[in-house]
């Protein structure tokens, strides 16, 4: 792969990273080390929020924390005033201890247990998005126990196939989330809570999946939802206020990814539901939008350190780096693709063919095929771009790795979020089968 991307360098030939050099981010915080540009972070949340304000629509934009979860994050998130969705109690209690205004937290997951339900409870959130009847039947009974009023999204699948990975689509009608929007289960779900004395339903909610770079599936999941909450509306009076769309902008991963902007996505959808409504005069409904991978994904840069090398006359030239599978299991997982250059060596000729294995003992655990690299020895920085969203957000310690370092760059200073795990970490949750006698 011939890598077209600009990348910006600084007078020593070096990859900058929100102004800051990688190879002196490296040097300083070691590797692997997750940097992210908080800059066009930043950048992005302003410019979902933005758009929405600018077509005078009310919203909420909530970003999908499963993508990349810390105290810090979340703190720019709240910086920037966006909302958040969250999938479990420990995205919950991240979020709680990031000092996170609770009404603007949405809780996501299809499998909620009873203590994470009374956990977002007590918090106070802002909305429960429902998934199926046990959850509902649940929440009812957890309302009327603590006499406290909780507003729901419908999670409903309407049957849009995106265009993307298998294991990343959400919307089709086989799927283990929500509420079939197709066979009346969607109707009844509604049916059971919609005069409820303490549930307030909000409206609909659908993700279509992720990694898409068209607007259509969105444009025509919202049309399903809006004309079903117009339904409600004849039938039961009821007036649905807010169209929740989910997330799945796709971003720029190499240079065959052309991603649409964020104003794009949230024009199209906006100016469709404004249509939909202006012609079946159903109010225009709040509508949200969840995005997780556009707001952090190519933000993050992973700096490792280039190892040993093995080359296979004919065949392939390994380049092995000081992580792998364990910190980005994506390229395992999803045959994900991604670009990388040498940061210590931008200005270099790539006249090199290699792989990217990591350092597990997998032997597919190989980061990138076929890239195009200079020459590189022992010690040279590896830079694999866009690796911020379900990167360590999906990371283990598959041979007892630790998890890598995260840092924040923003205006060309550097800050750690997150301390790389040492070995003491690793085995902090070990016992000993000695453990009686050792005491
Ligand atoms: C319900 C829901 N909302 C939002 C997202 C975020 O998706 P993405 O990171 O593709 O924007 C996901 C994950 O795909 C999701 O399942
Ligand atoms: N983890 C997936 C996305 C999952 C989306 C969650 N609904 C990825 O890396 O692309």
């Given at each position: 792969?011939?890598?077209?991307?600009?990348?910006?360098?600084?007078?020593?030939?070096?990859?900058?990273?929100?102004?800051a050099?990688?190879?002196?981010?490296?040097?300083?915080?070691?590797?692997?080390?997750?940097?992210?540009?908080?800059?066009?972070?930043?950048?992005?949340?302003?410019?979902?929020?933005?758009?929405?304000?600018?077509?005078?629509?009310?919203?909420?934009?909530?970003?999908?924390?499963?993508?990349?979860?810390?105290?810090?994050?979340?703190?720019?998130?709240?910086?920037?005033?966006?909302?958040?969705?969250?999938?479990?109690?420990?995205?919950?209690?991240?979020?709680l201890?990031?000092?996170?205004?609770?009404?603007?937290?949405?809780?996501?997951?299809?499998?909620?247990?009873?203590?994470?339900?009374?956990?977002?409870?007590?918090?106070?959130?802002?909305?429960?998005?429902v998934?199926?009847?046990?959850?509902?039947?649940?929440?009812?009974?957890?309302?009327?126990?603590?006499?406290?009023?909780?507003?729901?999204?419908?999670?409903?699948?309407?049957?849009?196939?995106?265009?993307?990975?298998?294991?990343?689509?959400?919307?089709?009608?086989?799927?283990?989330?929500?509420?079939?929007?197709?066979?009346?289960?969607?109707?009844?779900?509604?049916?059971?809570?919609?005069d409820?004395?303490?549930?307030?339903?909000?409206?609909?909610?659908?993700?279509?999946?992720?990694?898409?770079?068209?607007?259509?599936?969105?444009v025509a999941?919202?049309?399903?939802?809006?004309?079903?909450?117009?339904?409600?509306?004849?039938?039961?009076?009821?007036?649905?206020?807010?169209?929740?769309?989910?997330?799945?902008?796709?971003?720029?991963?190499?240079?065959?990814?052309?991603?649409?902007?964020?104003?794009?996505?949230?024009?199209?959808?906006?100016?469709?539901?404004?249509?939909?409504?202006?012609?079946?005069?159903?109010?225009?409904?709040?509508?949200?939008?969840?995005?997780?991978?556009?707001?952090?994904?190519?933000?993050?840069?992973?700096?490792?350190?280039?190892?040993?090398?093995?080359?296979?006359?004919?065949?392939r030239?390994?380049?092995?780096?000081?992580?792998?599978?364990?910190?980005?299991?994506?390229?395992?997982?999803?045959?994900?693709?991604?670009?990388?250059?040498?940061?210590?060596?931008?200005?270099?000729?790539?006249?090199?063919i290699?792989?990217?294995?990591?350092?597990?003992?997998?032997?597919?655990?190989?980061?990138?095929?076929?890239?195009?690299?200079?020459?590189?020895?022992?010690?040279?920085?590896?830079?694999?771009?866009?690796?911020?969203?379900?990167?360590?957000?999906?990371?283990s310690?598959?041979?007892?790795?630790?998890?890598p370092?995260?840092?924040?760059?923003?205006?060309?200073?550097?800050?750690?979020?997150?301390?790389?795990?040492?070995?003491?970490?690793?085995?902090?949750?070990?016992?000993?089968?000695?453990?009686?006698?050792?005491?």
């Amino acid at each position: 792969m011939v890598s077209t991307l600009h990348y910006p360098v600084n007078q020593e030939g070096h990859l900058t990273i929100a102004g800051a050099d990688a190879v002196e981010l490296a040097k300083e915080y070691g590797t692997p080390v997750i940097a992210y540009n908080i800059d066009l972070v930043r950048q992005r949340a302003r410019k979902f929020k933005d758009t929405f304000d600018e077509l005078n629509v009310k919203s909420q934009v909530a970003y999908a924390s499963k993508a990349f979860s810390s105290i810090a994050i979340y703190q720019v998130m709240k910086e920037e005033g966006l909302s958040l969705d969250v999938v479990s109690g420990g995205e919950l209690y991240t979020a709680l201890k990031a000092d996170f205004p609770p009404d603007k937290i949405h809780f996501h997951g299809n499998n909620k247990s009873y203590q994470e339900l009374e956990m977002a409870f007590d918090a106070n959130i802002g909305c429960i998005v429902v998934d199926n009847f046990d959850e509902l039947l649940t929440l009812r009974q957890l309302t009327k126990e603590r006499k406290q009023r909780m507003a729901i999204l419908l999670r409903v699948t309407p049957g849009i196939e995106a265009h993307t990975h298998t294991y990343i689509t959400t919307g089709q009608q086989d799927s283990k989330f929500g509420f079939d929007l197709g066979n009346g289960q969607a109707d009844e779900a509604f049916r059971l809570v919609y005069d409820d004395e303490y549930i307030e339903v909000l409206g609909l909610h659908c993700h279509i999946g992720s990694q898409i770079f068209e607007t259509n599936g969105f444009v025509a999941a919202a049309e399903k939802l809006l004309l079903k909450m117009q339904q409600w509306n004849e039938t039961y009076q009821y007036t649905c206020p807010v169209l929740n769309l989910g997330g799945g902008f796709g971003i720029r991963y190499t240079d065959e990814d052309e991603p649409l902007s964020p104003e794009i996505y949230v024009k199209e959808m906006v100016l469709a539901i404004k249509r939909l409504s202006n012609e079946s005069a159903f109010p225009l409904p709040e509508i949200w939008i969840e995005p997780g991978r556009s707001l952090v994904g190519d933000a993050g840069t992973t700096l490792y350190t280039i190892g040993s090398q093995k080359k296979i006359p004919g065949t392939r030239h390994y380049v092995a780096v000081d992580g792998g599978m364990s910190d980005n299991i994506r390229p395992a997982l999803y045959q994900a693709k991604y670009d990388a250059k040498v940061a210590n060596r931008m200005t270099a000729p790539t006249n090199h063919i290699v792989t990217i294995a990591g350092k597990c003992c997998e032997s597919g655990d190989k980061l990138i095929e076929d890239l195009s690299i200079p020459e590189v020895q022992t010690g040279d920085i590896l830079a694999m771009f866009s690796t911020g969203a379900y990167g360590y957000a999906m990371a283990s310690n598959y041979n007892r790795l630790p998890r890598p370092a995260v840092v924040f760059v923003e205006g060309g200073q550097s800050q750690l979020v997150i301390r790389r795990e040492v070995y003491e970490d690793i085995v902090r949750n070990d016992l000993s089968l000695y453990e009686s006698e050792e005491k």
